[in-house]
């Protein structure tokens, strides 16, 4: 067990979707949480990063920080992706190694996989198979990041974990309907037909792809609890164990939303990888499950949105993909 209580824990970016859900969870722990803003240490940036480490001395490390964004993105700005995810794994395992970090947890994503994976995709699935060509410069990214810590801990010893979450939604998402992910950009794109600012939801590709979704919340518990619980050299999948159509998602995105389903689909766009359900047993068998089902997620987050008025301060089509 590793003790959280009475630790400096910090979340590399603590901005985004899941680094703020961390904090939010960590609250609930008695521990001093450390966060930096880009000005105050670009994780792309060696120096910075290792001085921001060498004065603050964080015991615990969540690495949540990344450039993120749905496929087209993805497909869009390789450079990018690959670029600045690699500099930000590199500068934050090497500094947390140089100051002497107890333990870090570096999230990835379930792309790593290989396109064709054998469903549900187990942990030993990773690098058996060619990647999926949209998003195989984040998933290269994002496999480095592991072996990383498979490297640090197997050269010298630090407790370098890393968890690979589902496809991710929640609080603090995008909503850009060029750069997001597909569940914020289908809430927006019903929330956009009930408000009579469009006859119908355009739909990327055909639909078909399954994808499985987690709730940031409850993908910010299971990060804590592998904090807690998890040592060892292989990565870990975190997920719910169900999948959907993506045509199916935005029925019930339509249904939470009160409109009806009018789906309109742009072949030009790319469907991407068929399925990438998750095999979750190890995590289950360390004793942890997801809590939040996604029809309540969707609920809430929607909810939430109009709570704060946020679709109202969403530009129609940010610049750039994403951000950290
Ligand atoms: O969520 P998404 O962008 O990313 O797309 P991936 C999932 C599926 O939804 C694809 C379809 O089949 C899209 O074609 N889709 C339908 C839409 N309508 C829309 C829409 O309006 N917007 C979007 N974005 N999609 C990402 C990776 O892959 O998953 C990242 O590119 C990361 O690297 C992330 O790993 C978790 O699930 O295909």
Redesign the pocket.
């Given at each position: 067990m590793t003790q959280i209580a009475g630790k400096r824990v910090y979340v590399a970016g603590h901005r985004g979707m899941v680094g703020s859900a961390i904090v939010r969870r960590l609250e609930q722990e008695d521990c001093t949480i450390l966060t930096a803003t880009r000005a105050e240490a670009d994780l792309r940036d060696p120096t910075a990063v290792e001085q921001w480490f060498a004065a603050n001395r964080p015991d615990l490390v969540f690495l949540a920080a990344a450039k993120?964004?749905?496929?087209?993105a993805?497909d869009s700005y390789p450079a990018d992706f690959l670029y600045e995810n690699l500099m930000i794994a590199a500068n934050v395992i090497h500094a947390a190694h140089g100051s002497g970090v107890e333990k870090l947890l570096f999230l990835g994503?379930?792309?790593i996989y290989p396109k064709f994976a054998e469903q549900p995709i187990r942990e030993d699935a990773l690098l058996t198979g060619p990647l999926e060509p949209?998003?195989e410069w984040?998933?290269i990214a994002k496999i480095a990041g592991i072996k990383l810590c498979q490297a640090y801990r197997k050269q010298h010893g630090d407790d370098f974990i890393s968890a690979m979450p589902t496809?991710?939604y929640g609080p603090g998402d995008n909503y850009d309907?060029n750069s997001?992910?597909?569940?914020p950009?289908?809430l927006r794109?019903a929330h956009m037909m009930k408000t009579g600012q469009a006859p119908t939801m355009?739909?990327?590709?055909t639909?078909e792809?399954r994808?499985e979704f987690l709730h940031a919340d409850d993908c910010a518990d299971a990060c804590v609890f592998l904090m807690k619980t998890y040592s060892g050299a292989e990565h870990v999948n975190v997920g719910t164990g169900e999948d959907i159509r993506?045509v199916d998602l935005a029925r019930l995105v339509c249904e939470v939303v009160g409109v009806e389903p009018r789906i309109e689909h742009d072949l030009t766009?790319?469907?991407?990888?068929p399925r990438?359900l998750m095999d979750g047993t190890k995590l289950r068998e360390l004793g942890w499950a997801a809590s939040i089902s996604l029809e309540d997620g969707i609920r809430r987050t929607y909810a939430d949105l109009l709570a704060g008025g946020r679709f109202d301060s969403i530009p129609e089509a940010a610049e750039g993909p994403a951000r950290l």
């Open positions: 993120v964004g749905g496929i087209l993805n994503s379930s792309c949209t998003n984040y998933a496809n991710l309907l997001s992910h597909v569940l950009a289908l794109k355009p739909m990327w590709g639909g792809p994808r993506i766009k790319p469907d991407g990888t990438k």
